[in-house]
């Protein structure tokens, strides 16, 4: 019988430094930032023209600078549409997508820009598709109200298109709405073939578009209950899952005063769908910029270990200590690599649009004006209980008539999300020029 070296157990002093070293891997982003006297003075000027949801997220804005300002320029957006601040509004969603196309984008320059940005800009806010569909969305809706088409068009096929293009991976889009209000506003610019085309590919999209009339004079879009959060799941928290929010869904039923066709509404955005599905297939999460979609496989071996330990069984049952160390060190190289590749996996991005709707709903009619006054909405929550909204109306008469209203405005008090930021110079200047920029009473209408 071959004479072998004695089995020594290699290496566990190794395992445990090596452990140990890679546990000490993970860095919190951010910090905490607090107003000093100077901010107090500086904002002042700017928080007394805004509402309360506005200064709430104006001030997040501010303390948190460039990390995350995508995210709460989307919050500020919306919550400035709501209180008719339209100059605000238009400003904050041009700050949101100017930063989202400079990751995102079919244009190959920019794909050849983003190459060279820092790894600290990257960790910037740029948002899941859903959320840089949506930004695009509201952009459009903004030019709409002013009665700008063609960008109005070019807003919404963007969206259109941030609905496929995912960080490491490109999707079908099904997001039909998009496609159908870049016809509709194709339509009120008089390009009347192309916005025939647009909604027909909207309505293959999704069915419920498909109920919609392809000749519509006026719009009445209503946002529907409160939009997904996003939660980290797996043993680091490393896998991010979309999840709806409990009683999350209203649903409209009626408009007073009912104009001409308007009054029936067809749901055709639903955005935890959205969320939980990648070109219609549902997604169990995201890791690492990837989808991992729930018909897949979960490919999770430890080939090293299970290895390593049949060969050391083999060794025993055969006396050799050769092959019982040959299986020791395998099974312990196993185990240091499952062990780095859990230590290096990142908690998941679970920043979220915090203002974002559950549904869209649209209701549309071929003929009639709209009331300059605003639309009264009925609609129904979760509970059965039915309630009203005013919606806005931005285009009463001409071609194309349009009014908005949202069943759960922006809430007064403020997320409960971590408020992160720095002192850095970049965040310093950035500060200082919204400052500069959103301090315009008088544009705020």
Known sequence: MKTSAPFRPIALAVLAGSTLGLAACGVAPGGNVTLTERDTARLNPVLQTLTEPERVAFKRLYLEGERNAALNFQTLGVAAMEANHFAIAERAFDEA????????????????????????????????PYERAMAFYYRGLLYLRAGDYQNARASFLKADYQDTVAEKEAYQ??????????????????????????????????????????????????????????????????????????????????????????????????????GTTRGGRPIQGILDGKAQFKDSAQAVGEVGVTTGVAVMQSGALSNNADMMNAGAVVGLLGMVATLASEAVKPAADIRYWPNLPRDIYVSATGAGDLPETGLDVRYRKPDGSEHSLQAQTWRAAGPCGIAWGRTRPTPQTADQRPLEGSRSPKDEQFRQRIVDEFRIGEEKA
């Not at 997508?97 to 790894?119: C, G, L, P, W």
């Not at 916005?195 to 109920?211: F, P, Q, S, T």
Request: proline content about 4%; glycine content about 10%; some cysteine.
């Open 97 to 128: 997508v100017q930063r989202i196309e400079r990751f995102y984008t079919n244009d190959a320059n920019a794909q050849k820009a983003k190459s060279t940005f820092t790894a600290e800009s990257i960790k910037d806010f740029k948002g899941e």
């Open 173 to 274: 889009g099904d997001f039909g709405v998009m496609n159908y209000l870049a016809g509709w506003a194709s339509s009120c610019d008089g390009d009347v073939a192309k916005g025939r085309d647009l909604i027909e590919a909207g309505a293959r999209k999704d069915a419920n578009v498909a109920a919609l009339p392809v000749e519509a004079r006026s719009l009445v879009i209503v946002e529907s209950g409160s939009g997904p959060i996003k939660v980290g799941s797996g043993k680091h928290r490393e896998l991010l899952t979309i999840q709806e929010r409990p009683a999350s869904a209203d649903e409209p039923l009626t408009v007073n005063p009912v104009a001409d066709g308007i009054g029936r509404f067809v749901k055709v955005a639903d955005i935890v769908y959205q």
